[in-house]
T-cell receptor, first 114, second 118 residues
Framework: EAQVTQNPRYLITVTGKKLTVTCSQN?????MSWYRQDPGLGLRQIYY???????DKGDVPEGYKVSRKEKRNFPLILESPSPNQTSLYFC?????????????FGPGTRLTVL | ELKVEQNPLFLSMQEGKNYTIYCNYS?????LYWYRQDPGKSLESLFV?????AVKQEGRLMASLDTKARLSTLHITAAVHDLSATYFC??????????????????FGTGTLLAVQP
């Protein structure tokens, strides 16, 4: 089954404790992205990646890091989480080769930083 | 800077009625997407619109794109309760990455919460 998986699905942590949210897709997609969703603000893109070792900042990259060492994985790293990073996070993947360039979203990770 | 505005933010409508959600964007774009999100769930892709005048339909939903007006519409025909959800448009700017290639940068609208009353 074609899917995007994220782990963990729920996480409560404390300020400053480094964490990683994993994202994996099994569709051989070139493109992957991370978004955060906050009430009243819609989804905002944090980082996106066009392929292995090719990443770029989205609209809200501060406080986040990403890496794309393998095509299927795109982890999101919070080196020193702060309460303003409490949010719902989505990973997504797509391919510029396949029509119609549909983006597939993971189930989401709800993060609370105390 | 690309901005995407959706109207209305909240829409309460009766079953059987028609309505339209609007998505305006501020700079040139080569792709526009519509997504649906049910409460507590992830996003589901509805439509991808890639050219001026593109129109796509699925069931009671029809999306169109006017790149000259920088406007996309999502039209709901004879609404049913199952269509209750939040609908997002998202726009991909016609920018190149600093590597020179196309990007998957996307800007989302703030969403329209649709509530269809029996």
């Amino acid at each position: 089954e074609a899917q995007v998986t994220q782990n963990p699905r729920y996480l409560i942590t404390v300020t400053g404790k480094k964490l990683t949210v994993t994202c994996s897709q099994n569709m051989n997609h070139e493109y992957m992205s991370w978004y955060r969703q906050d009430p009243g603000l819609g989804l905002r893109q944090i980082y996106y990646s066009m392929n292995v070792e090719v990443t770029d900042k989205g609209d809200v990259p501060e406080g986040y890091k990403v890496s794309r060492k393998e095509k299927r994985n795109f982890p999101l790293i919070l080196e020193s989480p702060s309460p303003n990073q409490t949010s719902l996070y989505f990973c997504a993947s797509s391919s510029p080769i396949y029509s119609p360039d549909t983006q597939y979203f993971g189930p989401g990770t709800r993060l609370t930083v105390l | 800077e690309l901005k995407v505005e959706q109207n209305p933010l909240f829409l309460s409508m009766q079953e059987g009625k028609n309505y339209t959600i609007y998505c305006n964007y501020s700079t040139t774009s080569d792709r526009l997407y519509w997504y649906r999100q049910d409460p507590g769930k992830s996003l589901e892709s509805l439509f991808v619109l890639l050219s001026n005048g593109a129109v796509k339909q699925e069931g009671r939903l029809m999306a169109s794109l006017d790149t000259k007006a920088r406007l996309s519409t999502l039209h709901i025909t004879a609404a049913v309760h199952d269509l209750s959800a939040t609908y997002f448009c998202a726009v991909g700017p016609t920018t190149r990455s600093h590597y020179g290639g196309a990007t998957n940068k996307l800007i989302f609208g703030t969403g329209t919460l649709l509530a269809v009353q029996p």
